[in-house]
C-alpha cells in the first residue's frame, strides 16, 4: 500500500493526451510538499521526468507537463508517441515519516 | 560525466547480510544527499534510506534497524549495509543523487540486484 495513490493503468493511441493522478494526503502533497515525477523505461532504471510539480529537467520534451492542487498532482503527456510507454511514478516527502515516498506507479501504454 | 555505479548484489540466504557500494564519478558525494531505492520483482519503487550533506541518516521503516547508510568521502562511494536480511529484501536496489532540500532524486545509478532466498 504505498502512500501516494496512482492509477494502476492508462492508455491512449498515439498522438492523444493522457494524465496521471497522483493523491497524497496532509502530510506529504497537502503540506506543501513539491510532487516529483519519474519515468521508467522497461528494464532500466528511473529518471527524472518533472521536479517541482512542473519543471523540466534539461532534455525533457515539453510533451511532458506536471500540476499540483491540494492533495493531489498530475501528469500530462501531449502527443503520446510509442517510445513514451513505460511505467510513470510519482514521488513526495511525508513529514510523519521523515522520509521520501513514491506512488505505487502506472504502466502507459500506446495503443 | 555525472555517474553512479553499483555494486555488491547477489544471493544471500534469510538473515545474512550483504553490503552494497555506489561509486560516484563527476560530483562528491559528501557535498551531496544521497539515497537508497529498491524495486522488488515486479513491483513499485520504495525508497529506502538517505545520508546528508550533513552526515544525518533516515530510513524506511521497513529497514531500520536492519540496514546502514554511509560514505566513504575519500573514495566519493556511498554504501548500504543490510543485516538480517529477510525475503521481502529481495529487489534491484539503485542509488541515487537526493537533491538537497528538495527531496527529489536527479541522478540514478543501473542498479544492483538483491536476492534473498535460501
Known amino acids: 500500500q504505498s502512500v501516494l495513490t496512482q492509477p494502476p493503468s492508462v492508455s491512449g493511441a498515439p498522438g492523444q493526451r493522457v494524465t496521471i493522478s497522483c493523491t497524497g494526503s496532509?502530510?506529504?502533497?497537502?503540506?506543501?510538499?513539491?510532487v516529483h515525477w519519474y519515468q521508467q523505461l522497461p528494464g532500466t532504471a528511473p529518471k527524472l521526468l518533472i521536479y517541482g510539480n512542473s519543471n523540466r529537467p534539461s532534455g525533457v520534451p515539453d510533451r511532458f507537463s506536471g500540476s499540483k492542487s491540494g492533495t493531489s498532482a498530475s501528469l500530462a503527456i501531449t502527443g503520446l508517441q510509442a517510445e513514451d510507454e513505460a511505467d510513470y511514478y510519482c514521488?513526495?516527502?511525508?513529514?510523519?515519516?521523515?522520509?521520501?515516498?513514491f506512488g505505487g506507479g502506472t504502466k502507459l501504454t500506446v495503443l | 560525466e555525472v555517474q553512479l555505479v553499483e555494486s555488491g548484489g547477489g544471493l544471500v540466504q534469510p538473515g545474512g547480510s550483504l553490503r552494497l557500494s555506489c561509486a560516484a564519478s563527476g560530483f562528491t558525494v559528501s557535498s551531496n544527499y544521497m539515497s537508497w531505492v529498491r524495486q522488488a520483482p515486479g513491483k513499485g519503487l520504495e525508497w529506502v534510506s538517505v545520508i546528508y550533506s550533513g552526515g544525518s541518516t533516515y530510513y524506511a521503516d521497513s529497514v531500520k534497524g536492519r540496514f546502514t547508510i554511509s560514505r566513504d568521502n575519500s573514495k566519493n562511494t556511498l554504501y548500504l549495509q543490510m543485516n538480517s536480511l529477510r525475503a521481502e529484501d529481495t529487489a534491484v536496489y539503485y542509488c541515487?543523487?537526493?537533491?538537497?532540500?528538495?527531496?527529489?532524486?536527479?541522478?540514478w545509478g543501473k542498479g544492483t540486484t538483491v536476492t534473498v532466498s535460501s
Open positions: 496532509s502530510s506529504n502533497i497537502g503540506a506543501g510538499f513539491d
Open positions: 514521488q513526495s516527502y511525508d513529514s510523519s515519516l521523515s522520509g521520501r515516498v
Open positions: 541515487a543523487r537526493d537533491k538537497r532540500h528538495y527531496y527529489y532524486m536527479d541522478v
